[in-house]
């Protein structure tokens, strides 16, 4: 015996209505069909049809509604995005008109543009605390150093992005030995950054940038650095620039700085 199969739900209904349509055809050769008839099972079938029809429709609209809120529902499983490495902190510490300063920020100039990894970089300062002095510091190279690290530190307040402050202080240093003498130097370098000094000025004559020189001295002591320039990679001490690279056994190129970086990052 042949066996039927399985059939979907609305299809049989569909067969339902053929069967129906089949009587009434058979109503209709034997005569006995009326006009009321046929008006009823028009009705009918009109109703079983806007049925199906809206229950597809229905079926439908649910369907697109989950999926335009699938991506944001509590029980739709997402893998979580994988966190990024901080930038690598890269530590600069120098006297504002040492020669060797100039040196090692023009190699990290270009260390910077070079890299292709996300970099944290600071610049602190060396001097020694002394109350008896104007600043309250004592620096190398005499009262106008201590000025030179305070305006580079209060640059760097005012503008906050390395780009801008780092950009500072290398045209400071094109005229290093008239850092902190010369008035007109620090205006003409913001100027030349497309910049205002004004804001700048106002922090290096008050308190605020003797405040700012204190906390920059207290984490240079903290680490013991006594040598401008030395570098920090990663919180490790990689080379000084002290009248020639020294300490530098991972190299004192740029390309070497820039490996060391990367390395440090992805490492």
């Not at 109503?27 to 199906?52: C, E, H, N």
């Not at 509590?74 to 100039?102: I, N, Q, R, Y």
């Not at 008239?178 to 308190?207: F, H, M, R, W």
Request: some cysteine; charged content about 20%; aromatic content about 8%.
């Amino acid at each position: 015996m042949h066996r039927s199969r399985d059939v979907p739900c609305t299809p049989r209904a569909g067969r339902i209505i053929r069967v129906n349509f089949f009587f009434l055809m058979f109503d209709q050769q034997k005569g006995r069909s009326s006009g009321a008839f046929l008006i009823a099972i028009s009705i009918v079938l009109i109703t079983l049809g806007v049925s199906f029809f809206s229950n597809n429709a229905r079926s439908s609209d649910n369907h697109a509604t989950l999926h335009q809120y699938g991506n944001v529902s509590a029980a739709a499983p997402t893998s979580a995005p994988a966190t990024a490495p901080a930038p690598v902190p890269v530590e600069l510490f120098v006297m504002s008109k040492c020669p060797d300063k100039g040196v090692c920020e023009e190699v990290f100039d270009q260390v910077l543009r070079e890299v292709k990894v996300p970099v944290s970089l600071s610049v602190n300062y060396i001097a020694k605390a002394n109350p008896a002095e104007a600043l309250q510091y004592e620096c190398m190279h005499g009262e106008s150093e201590c000025i030179g690290n305070i305006q580079e530190l209060c640059y760097r307040q005012v503008y906050p992005d390395y780009r801008d402050w780092f950009g500072f202080a290398l045209c400071l240093n094109d005229r290093l030995r008239e850092i902190g003498i010369d008035p007109e130097l620090p205006y003409q370098c913001a100027t030349k950054l497309g910049q205002s000094y004004a804001p700048v000025d106002a922090c290096v004559k008050s308190n605020l940038g003797i405040e700012l020189l204190g906390k920059s001295v207290e984490r240079t002591q903290s680490l013991g650095v006594r040598k401008s320039c030395t570098i920090y990679i990663d919180n490790k001490q990689r080379c000084i620039r002290d009248g020639g690279w020294k300490e530098c056994d991972e190299g004192h190129e740029v390309a070497d700085f820039v490996r060391m970086i990367e390395e440090s990052y992805h490492n």
